[in-house]
């Protein structure tokens, strides 16, 4: 019973306490009492987290019964139910009693029981705050290590050698020393790239390493909303502003005040939002749709786009004054299909972080599906690996992800780019032969993986016997799943 919240029901009228009760009784603790004495018993051996209480009764009114107990056990969570709707028994329920809810006869069931698990809500977060303002007062050094310790821990998330995850040879170096060069410099930057690449994570590795780490960072995608959203989003406003402005809200802009604000896909804004934004942009300070008064707002911009602005901005898609205020800095972010190098150790990393986010565990990634990830062009990048490696994880049943897990259309790309690529052939060393063979072996094996190993097919497709096919994997040694990948640790 300790994990079924307890309800205590008070009415005079036993067919209304029996009806209460049946209803409940399926998710609550229910102690139902028809007088004040029985009620004042089940309080006092009772760990009650609800009161549901009739309004009339004849020893005393709910709103006086609530009134009585409040001081007594503040914790429980005080609701009156009644015919009567009177609007100063409400007032006297709410300023006297103290409760959370009043509720008018006749009443639906189901409607009942979603205010009373919103009553328990309350009652959880109140003991939450309660514990946690302990926590606070007993422990404020244990406190403050902790948001230390954990402000560190995001910090080295977003370090060059451990957040941007590449090969020591990646063509990304240049890029990440651009970034550790820009960071401490309270500059805009654009970044620019494909979708996919981790403009976002070289955004916050910007701010993380630069003077305005101990702040903010908020994040918008620029490309996702009307003008009216995004400028609300952006710049707050008041209560009335528009249809569905039901109360006053703080934009991202104030909520970034010291700190970083990341615009993302800026290139998809209108030309009219983009004159708002140059203004808030050339005067340092917004005013929230609705509101008559300028607030000053001290932010770092960093921008990004998957577009060519300088195009836009020949073509008037783009203002020219905005994009020279957002790229004081511009970082182009390359396709994975251009940094091939850092496609395995990208894998592990992805892999290693999937097993934490889903609790299960494999030993690794087979060699014939790292060599599919390397034949494949990745043209949703980086976010494409990450669904892909999250699929074969979930669906994984082996020690190793193979090949068998990998898509149809990664396994069946076309390999004729990777076989020709200088950087393959310029890894083969020895005489003409031996050169020759060692590709020979690389398309073999390729085919094979990429066709399942249905050496029927790869012969056909090579121009080959079957026997032609045998006796050459047989002089080089190739067999399914002859080797794998292990992935255990971190790839920097």
């Known amino acids: 019973m300790d994990n079924i919240p307890s309800i205590l029901v008070l009415d005079d009228e036993q067919r209304s306490l029996e009806s209460i009760q049946r209803i409940l009784d399926d998710r609550f603790d229910v102690h139902i009492a028809n007088t004040i004495q029985q009620a004042e018993d089940i309080l006092q051996r009772e760990w009650i987290q609800i009161l549901l209480c009739d309004h009339r009764m004849p020893e005393m009114t709910g709103v006086e ?36 809810q009043y509720i008018t006869k006749p009443w639906h069931p189901d409607e009942l029981i979603t205010k009373l698990n919103n009553a328990v809500d309350l009652f959880r977060l109140q003991r939450a705050n309660a514990q946690l303002a302990v926590e606070l007062k007993l422990k404020p050094d244990t406190i403050e290590a902790a948001m230390i310790k954990k402000r560190q821990a995001l910090k080295s998330r977003y370090d060059w050698d451990q957040g941007i995850v590449r090969s020591p040879d990646s063509v990304m170096n240049d890029v990440c020393n651009l970034i550790r060069n820009v960071a401490s410099f309270d500059v805009s930057v654009l970044l620019t790239g494909e979708s996919g690449t981790g403009k976002e994570l070289c955004a916050r590795a910007l701010h993380y390493n630069s003077l305005r ?35 006053d809200r703080i934009g991202m ?125 990745w043209p949703g990048n980086v976010r494409e690996m990450q669904n892909e490696i999250k699929r074969m994880l979930v669906l994984g049943q082996k020690d190793y992800l193979g090949s068998e897990l990998v898509s149809e259309h990664i396994l069946h790309a076309t390999p004729e780019e990777s076989v020709a690529d200088m950087t393959i052939l310029n890894s083969i060393s020895g005489t003409l032969k031996e050169r020759v063979e060692s590709l020979e072996a690389r398309i073999l094996k390729e085919t094979l993986i990429r066709l399942r190993w249905n050496k029927t097919q790869a012969a056909q497709e090579l121009g080959l016997s079957r026997v032609g096919l045998r006796n050459k994997l047989e002089r080089y040694g190739l067999e399914k799943n002859s080797n794998v990948e292990s992935i255990e640790g971190d790839a920097a």
């Open 253 to 377: 802009f104030e909520l970034a005040n010291g700190g970083t604000i990341f615009l993302d896909e800026i290139g998809e804004t209108t030309p009219a939002f983009q004159v708002k934004l140059l203004r808030v942009l050339q005067e340092g300070e917004i005013r929230p749709l609705g509101s008559n008064k300028r607030r000053p707002i001290d932010v770092r911009i960093i921008a990004a786009t998957n577009r060519n602005l300088e195009e836009d901005v020949r073509t008037g898609k783009f203002r020219q004054d905005l994009y020279y205020r957002l790229a004081t800095f511009e970082v182009d972010i390359p396709p994975l299909r251009d940094r091939k190098e850092d496609i395995i150790p990208l894998a592990i990393s992805i892999l290693n972080e999937s097993m934490d986010l889903f609790g299960k565990q494999v030993k690794g990634i087979s060699e014939e599906a790292l060599q599919c990830f390397q034949t494949y062009q």
């Open 213 to 247: 780490q101990d702040e903010i960072f908020v994040a918008e995608n620029c490309g996702a909303l009307p003008d009216e959203l995004l400028e609300s989003e952006l710049f707050g406003h008041k209560r009335g502003a528009f249809t569905g402005a039901n109360e």
């Open 65 to 100: 019964f609530t009134e009585k107990i409040r001081d007594a056990y503040p914790d429980i969570i005080r609701m009156i139910i009644s015919g009567y709707t009177e609007s100063g028994d409400i007032i006297d329920a709410i300023n006297k009693g103290g409760i959370y």
